[in-house]
T-cell receptor
Framework: DAKTTQPTSMDCAEGRAANLPCNHS???????VYWYRQIHSQGPQYIIH???NNETNEMASLIITEDRKSSTLILPHATLRDTAVYYC??????????FGSGTKLNVKP | DAGVIQSPRHEVTEMGQEVTLRCKPI?????LFWYRQTMMRGLELLIY????????DSGMPEDRFSAKMPNASFSTLKIQPSEPRDSAVYFC?????????????FGSGTQLSVL
C-alpha cells in the first residue's frame, strides 16, 4: 500500500504553475520522496526525487517541508501535454515502489 | 540507450492459453520489476528481481503467474492458463540498483486481452 496521500484531481490553467501536494507523514529519515507521472496509458515517467533539500530539474521543482511530512511538486509553466496522473511515492525498503491513486492533473487552455 | 523494451505491445489470446510477456531492462541495471495495471486496482507491483534473483514475489496474484530472469538482459512473465480477469497492461521497469535514491525506468507496457 502507498505511504502517501494525494488529492484525487486538480485543474490548472495553461501557462500557470501547477502545484501538486503530497502528504507522507510516516516517512523516515533516510527515505526518499519520488514523483512520477503517467500520460494516458504510457509507462510511468520519472520526474524528480528528493531526500531533505528542495530539488529542481528541467521538468519540475520539488519542495519538501522541514519536517519532511509533506512535499509539493511544482510544474512552473504547465502545458496541455502535462495533463497526466501524478504519483507521489515513498518506496518500501528503498526500492519497492507502490503507486497509489495519484492526482489527475487537468491542464486547461 | 533504448530504454526498457517490452514485447509484444499487444497480445490477444483465448482463455486457457499460455501467455508469455518479455522484458529487456536497460543495460547495466541490476533490478527489474513487473507491474500490472487495471482500472479497478491501479498499478500493482507483482515481483522484483535483484541481480537476476527474485527478491519479493508477494504481489504475484496466484500460481498461474510465474516470472523468470535467466540473465541480466532478459525477463519473462508467464501466465498459464490465462483467464479473462488477467486482462490488463503489464509493465516492466528496471533500476540501477536496490539502494536508496535509485530511479525506476518503465517500458511501454504490454496490453493483454484474454477473451
Amino acid at each position: 500500500d502507498a505511504k502517501t496521500t494525494q488529492p484525487t484531481s486538480m485543474d490548472c490553467a495553461e501557462g500557470r504553475a501547477a502545484n501538486l501536494p503530497c502528504n507522507h507523514s510516516t516517512i523516515s529519515g533516510n527515505e526518499y520522496v519520488y514523483w512520477y507521472r503517467q500520460i494516458h496509458s504510457q509507462g510511468p515517467q520519472y520526474i524528480i526525487h528528493g531526500l531533505k533539500n528542495n530539488e529542481t530539474n528541467e521538468m519540475a521543482s520539488l519542495i519538501i517541508t522541514e519536517d519532511r511530512k509533506s512535499s509539493t511538486l511544482i510544474l512552473p509553466h504547465a502545458t496541455l501535454r502535462d495533463t497526466a496522473v501524478y504519483y507521489c511515492i515513498v518506496p518500501y525498503n528503498f526500492n519497492k515502489f507502490y503507486f497509489g491513486s495519484g492526482t489527475k492533473l487537468n491542464v486547461k487552455p | 540507450d533504448a530504454g526498457v523494451i517490452q514485447s509484444p505491445r499487444h497480445e490477444v489470446t483465448e482463455m486457457g492459453q499460455e501467455v508469455t510477456l518479455r522484458c529487456k531492462p536497460i543495460s547495466g541495471h541490476n533490478s527489474l520489476f513487473w507491474y500490472r495495471q487495471t482500472m479497478m486496482r491501479g498499478l500493482e507491483l507483482l515481483i522484483y528481481f535483484n541481480n537476476n534473483v527474485p527478491i519479493d514475489d508477494s504481489g504475484m496474484p496466484e500460481d498461474r503467474f510465474s516470472a523468470k530472469m535467466p540473465n541480466a538482459s532478459f525477463s519473462t512473465l508467464k501466465i498459464q492458463p490465462s483467464e479473462p480477469r488477467d486482462s490488463a497492461v503489464y509493465f516492466c521497469a528496471s533500476s540501477l540498483g536496490a539502494g536508496s535514491g535509485e530511479k525506476l525506468f518503465f517500458g511501454s507496457g504490454t496490453q493483454l486481452s484474454v477473451l
